[in-house]
């Protein structure tokens, strides 16, 4: 069955003008981060609901992540988020990562669940607490030394409710002093990746409240120092792929929270109501990876691509299977745009027929090619059939009730 259905499949390819062996080749090497907190207990400001087998500690999420990356091959790392996975031995969560066939990814600092940070962290009008805030994200640098991570992920609460309750531009500048002093801090090798979002916890203004001022701080700081595009951290109706095609030819997105979001910043799974969306922002990034300017192309090549979901009502493990799936499934329609096509569909300003170009890849069925690719991967053919058939669930159940939660 599976042969029949990939000889067609490698027929039809073959006819559109594509090379399935390179395909192939992209679809190997694509790595999709996972974040520590994905497999913890969560919820909405309502309610976090318990789950039965959630991981108990930082070491067990990290099993539990070893196992998305066992079945389908491309999760090789977890985010970590200080002090939700504080240990007291870095080197040996890096060792027990390294033990389970994973590595430890981005850190992230959490400078928002501090009564201390009430009215902001890097941003807050009190000295001391800039202080405490600053020597946090300068522990996460150190702390990523220690793990060997390159990627710093930063995420600010901080903002306000009230007209009038701060003074915004000073707060502007507590908050490039305090990244100042971070990027200093950091290894030639190690990315900042500055993430940015309109509203929530704050709602009158955030302080890094969308790409442009996260740009703005990226290029202050210099080089290692980029924009991380949350995909649910804009308002409706933007036009996400834009950004990221904007940012790339800046030669500054940096990186990707994956989720989906039908209202706000609803940290659903990717993919699962705006597939479309998820398809043209790699349709930007693989033609940005094929631009004429080397310094696009290379920064199109090291995007961290990066899940960031809170399973509310969802089993954790199985949710971020099918979250890593509907990733690796856009990222195989879009390696099936003709590019040529497109770009000779545009030079003669064919507006429809440019359209078709790049639609057409979304609309094919690409199961049967990401059964040929797991099959020479050793990977089963499905993996969240597999994970359901392993066993796992079950074997975690005795951890209980009442594991680790944000
Ligand atoms: C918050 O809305 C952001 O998306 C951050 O990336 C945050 O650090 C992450 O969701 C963990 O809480
Ligand atoms: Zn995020
Ligand atoms: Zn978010």
Redesign the pocket.
């Known amino acids: 069955m599976q042969d029949r259905a990939y000889a067609v499949f490698e027929e039809q390819q073959k006819n559109r003008g594509i090379d399935l062996e390179h395909v192939k080749s992209k679809l190997k090497s694509i790595e999709v981060e996972t974040?520590s907190?994905g497999y913890g207990d969560s919820g909405t400001r309502f309610k976090v609901f318990k789950q039965e087998g959630v991981p108990r500690d930082p070491f067990e999420k990290f099993e539990d992540a070893a196992q998305v990356h066992k079945l389908t091959g491309i999760c090789p790392s977890v985010a970590i988020?200080i002090p939700w996975d504080k240990v007291d031995d870095y080197d040996k969560l890096k060792r027990h990562a390294a033990s389970l066939g994973v590595r430890i990814g981005a850190v992230?600092p959490?400078l928002f669940q501090e009564d201390d940070y009430i009215f902001g962290s890097v941003t807050n009008s009190n000295p001391a607490v800039r202080r405490k805030a600053t020597d946090h994200l300068l522990e996460c640098v150190q702390i990523a030394r220690t793990v060997g991570s390159d990627a710093l992920?930063l995420?600010f609460a901080d903002g306000t409710n009230y007209p009038g309750q701060a003074d915004i531009r000073k707060r502007k500048a507590w908050m490039q002093e305090a990244l100042t002093e971070m990027y200093q801090a950091m290894d030639p090798a190690m990315r900042m990746l500055i993430?940015y979002?309109f509203f929530?916890p704050a709602f009158y203004h955030t302080d890094l409240a969308d790409w442009g001022m996260a740009f703005n701080l990226a290029n202050k700081l210099g080089p290692q120092a980029q924009v991380l595009v949350?995909t649910?951290?804009h308002p409706q109706g933007t036009n996400v792929e834009h950004i990221v095609a904007y940012l790339l030819d800046e030669e500054k997105l940096g990186g990707f929270?994956f989720n989906s979001r039908k209202y706000a910043?609803d940290?659903l799974i990717v993919g699962s109501a705006n597939p479309y969306e998820l398809f043209l922002i790699f349709y930007q990034i693989l033609e940005a990876a094929a631009d004429t300017n080397a310094g696009v192309r290379r920064t199109a090549d090291h995007i961290a691509y990066m899940i960031?979901q809170?399973h509310a009502i969802e089993p954790k493990i199985p949710a971020m299977l099918r979250s890593v799936l509907n990733v690796q499934t856009q990222y195989a329609k879009a390696l099936l745009v003709n590019f040529d096509e497109v770009r000779e569909a545009q030079a003669r300003q064919d507006v429809l027929g440019a359209e078709d170009a790049v639609r057409s890849a979304y609309e094919i069925d690409v199961t049967p090619l990401l059964v040929a690719l797991r099959e020479e991967q050793g990977l089963p053919a499905d993996p969240m059939k597999a994970y359901l058939q392993s066993g796992y669930g079950e074997s975690i159940l005795p951890r209980g009730k009442g594991g680790a939660s944000?």
């Open positions: 974040p907190w988020h992230n959490n992920s995420w993430e979002k929530e949350d649910g951290h929270h910043d940290d960031d809170s944000w």
